[in-house]
């Protein structure tokens, strides 16, 4: 297998867009990312989208965006695994190139959200349909059922959670492209309008239009682009039953747990090697649980962890950035590549006001559903 | 790269099987090619689903279906690329194990459509939605324009779309899987309910509940499995316009030709080589089409080619020999992996009453939207 690189990334601002169509954002996205490169043929495109179907009655997506990139006859597919498909959708990239079916891939991302009248109802889908939807078990109450069973188990507090959605706000505030650009406070987070207790609305990640793009090629035809390239040394895919309840223990990701153990393994790293992460912060409880399946923090110690500040942007392990999923918006089947965008840059030292020191090594971890997929990807500097 | 063999096919009856939700569709088709190929362990899944979110509110197919087979926490995946969808995810499998990432690999389709009150509308996702099915451009209608399109340019009769429907009946009619077994005339399919002129109802495929899949492994490893291993020889994907209007020409699928060239290229072999064919006939003027798109016709003389018999069953190239999408039945992300199973039974010489005489080398052509993505893949006997 060929070791890869992202050459080039991309993305549109995340909101609510109402001038794009999701061709429109696809193509500014994909543009931004082949100029980032200074690449004009590709081989092959792969974007994932979760549900264009529901939300503006599209699919054919791999084709509708290669003919709207002006690429007709090149390959091109969509991959969907829920709020995963982003994150999918690189990989498919990196298993083509690394195999040696294509050098130069475009891999991205994109949805359109805020063109149906029931973006809660589409997004429900990702869930058991027959077992969990159908009876009302949107994502916001299976969330608010691993977070209240997780302060049960663990002690975590109404404050960690809501200081996971501070930091995000904060880190949002220097990033140009984000939805929400303003700091709030942790009696802002709980003082806002309950969703599912004890999730208020700013406990959860908000409804976006979106696209982000990244180029991947061979790491040996890496050197002849325009930026410096950043290797990819890890991948790891799993999956989790579909529902909830299906689980023995609903306070463990077990999908992002084995995500992540493969991406370390094939990567020779440890946790402790992470400079910093982008992770599927969908709920505030989300990053508290997935920060502990990743190894930064002990079981049952994720609130803390952020509770103490340290993954702020100048703590030891830098979590989210980008704003997250929470403040930079969550554009669901482009978020997996948008965490790749953040991670590329920071890498890079392209990153800004948030820019943090001199990282080295960076990992991406995208989650669909409630946690019945997920996909890790792990980023060094060559 | 490694070489890759099927060694396992199944499928669920395909029809209206209102006693069968998508799970239980895919649940039955993966176990019967397990057990096709005498294998328990896996170590990915792809599914191809059109578009489930439509079809029965349910995405995040992938982890789904590893969920309900019995494998959660291994990697799996859905693909979509409108009717395509089964093929691409055979694709992603061979490109997977032949690069190394995996040994043995689950590619499956899948479709739920009668539980939905509207099945074309839910397929005119696949065309192009701002500008062909928002102003009620169904496909129906769109390959009614190329069959009108074609019989002006080139002569192509009435009877000869007829003739397509009546072979590929008679073929169904020999496979006790096939959602229509009855024998049809050509003054039946020009007396049926017209849909769109000049295409009536028998010369559309059906709506259809489905599903089928395959196990793959690298040819080196497909001996010590319970069947006769068949080598993948080619692989060919490509594009083209997601609206029929913004082709030079509407009597061509750009997309067929290039995706066969590709093919054939990576094959080592020609039209002239190809035994028989698994080809996409969601209306009889498709079958036409993609027939002199892969060589087995010059160009405009497709209709012939089925008029004189050519493409039966005891002709030089039979077409379709499972009866199609036309009389087997189209459950439109399932259809790619079912051609697939199709091949394997006559490669294997298990295809019972509809058995050809020791083929040697077959061919699936798997088709999104008018041609806006198309798969094909070549099969060997080793």
């Known amino acids: 297998m060929r070791d890869v690189a992202v050459i080039g990334v991309g993305n549109t601002k995340f909101g609510e867009l109402w001038e794009y169509s999701l061709r429109d954002l696809f193509v500014e996205a994909a543009l931004k990312a082949l100029d980032d490169a200074g690449v004009d043929m590709i081989d092959s495109i792969y974007v994932g989208t979760m549900s264009s179907g529901m939300f503006v009655d599209q699919e054919h997506i791999g084709a509708l965006v290669a003919d709207y990139v002006g690429k007709k006859h090149v390959p091109a597919l969509r991959v969907e695994s829920a709020c995963a498909s982003g994150g999918f959708a690189f990989r498919q990239g990196l298993i083509e190139v690394a195999g040696g079916f294509s050098d130069i891939v475009l891999v991205g991302g994109v949805e359109k959200m805020t063109d149906t009248e029931d973006a809660t109802f589409a997004l429900s ?209 482009a978020t997996g590549i948008a965490q790749v965008a953040e991670i590329v840059r920071q890498l890079r030292g392209e990153a800004g006001e948030r820019q943090i020191d001199n990282p080295k090594v960076g990992l991406t971890q995208n989650m669909g559903g409630s946690g019945a997929s997920s996909v890790t990807h792990i980023f060094e500097v060559v």
């Open 125 to 333: 889908s990702a869930a058991d349909q027959d077992n969990e939807s159908y009876f009302g078990a949107t994502f916001p109450a299976l969330y608010a059922m691993i977070a209240r069973a997780h302060m049960h188990k663990y002690g975590t507090t109404r404050d960690q959670l809501a200081a996971v959605s501070v930091k995000n706000h904060n880190n949002g505030s220097l990033n140009p492209d984000a939805q929400f650009g303003r700091k709030i406070t942790i009696e802002a987070v709980k003082k806002s309008v309950m969703v599912a207790e004890p999730l208020t609305i700013l406990d959860c990640s908000p409804v976006t239009d979106g696209a982000a793009c990244a180029v991947i090629c061979p790491l040996e035809m890496a050197g002849k682009f325009k930026k410096k390239p950043i290797k990819v040394i890890g991948t790891g895919v799993a999956t989790d039953t579909i529902a909830l309840h299906s689980r023995e223990d609903i306070t463990t990701l077990k999908a992002v747990q084995l995500s992540a153990d493969r991406a370390y393994q094939m990567a020779g790293k440890k946790p402790g090697d992470i400079d910093l992460a982008e992770v599927h912060d969908c709920f505030t409880i989300a990053e508290i649980v997935v920060t502990e399946e990743l190894g930064f923090a002990e079981k049952g110690k994720g609130g803390l962890l952020v509770e103490e500040g340290k993954t702020a942007l100048d703590g030891e392990i830098p979590i989210n950035t980008s704003g997250g999923l929470k403040s930079k918006g969550h554009p669901v089947g």
